[in-house]
């Protein structure tokens, strides 16, 4: 079946750089999303990878190698509003299609 | 533009009660999904509707679980009984892409 592997945590401080990393089966695999998710919250849609190579949206940055099976999210210039966990979800197509989360990454900035 | 609405936003039974959340999706949004997050994990889906079909309920405990989208707006999940195991956050989402998914507040239901 389809799975999607991330650390369970990441620690960073305030204004430095951060990749947290998503593995994936690549069985029907079709492209890469990302999401952060505050505690209590819901989750908020960062960015979508169909394609190999990075894609920028302002501090957010996110990576996809279909030949590594892998992907990643880039965060720079860490603010403490950044903790939060972050979420890869794989598309995946087999006939129909499932999009499934992976474990989740806890990010925790500090001062 | 209104978000995804949800309700209750919190809900607290004993075991073997019934359950019921309510989901109204963002406007023009075809595609909903209900979801299971527990503490410290991913979502999980439970059903994805297109429209008023429910095109993946593979993952949808049916001997408990049910739900439905009547017009192909809002949707209501129900739980009967409830178990102690389903105490989770309760998510619903809805979407024109489905690598973009916009979610609700989500529903927290305690079970005791």
Known sequence: GQSLEQPSEVTAVEGAIVQMNCTYQTSGFYGLSWYQQHDGGAPTFLSYNALDGLEETGRFSSFLSRSDSYGYLLLQELQMKDSASYFCAGLFTSGTYKYIFGTGTRLKVLA | ?112
């Open chain 2, 1 to 112: 533009e209104a978000g995804v609405v949800q309700s209750p936003r919190y809900k607290i039974i004993e075991k073997k009660q019934p359950v019921a959340f309510w989901c109204n999706p963002i406007s023009g949004h075809n595609t909903l999904y209900w979801y299971r997050q527990n503490l410290g994990q991913g979502p999980e889906l439970l059903i994805r509707y297109e429209n008023e079909e429910a095109v993946d309920d593979s993952q949808l405990p049916k001997d408990r679980f049910s739900a439905e989208r009547l017009k192909g707006v809002d949707s209501t999940l129900k739980i009967q009984p409830a178990e102690l195991g389903d105490s989770a956050v309760y998510l619903c989402a809805s979407s024109l892409m489905t690598h973009e998914q916009f979610f609700g507040p989500g529903t927290r239901l305690t079970v005791l």
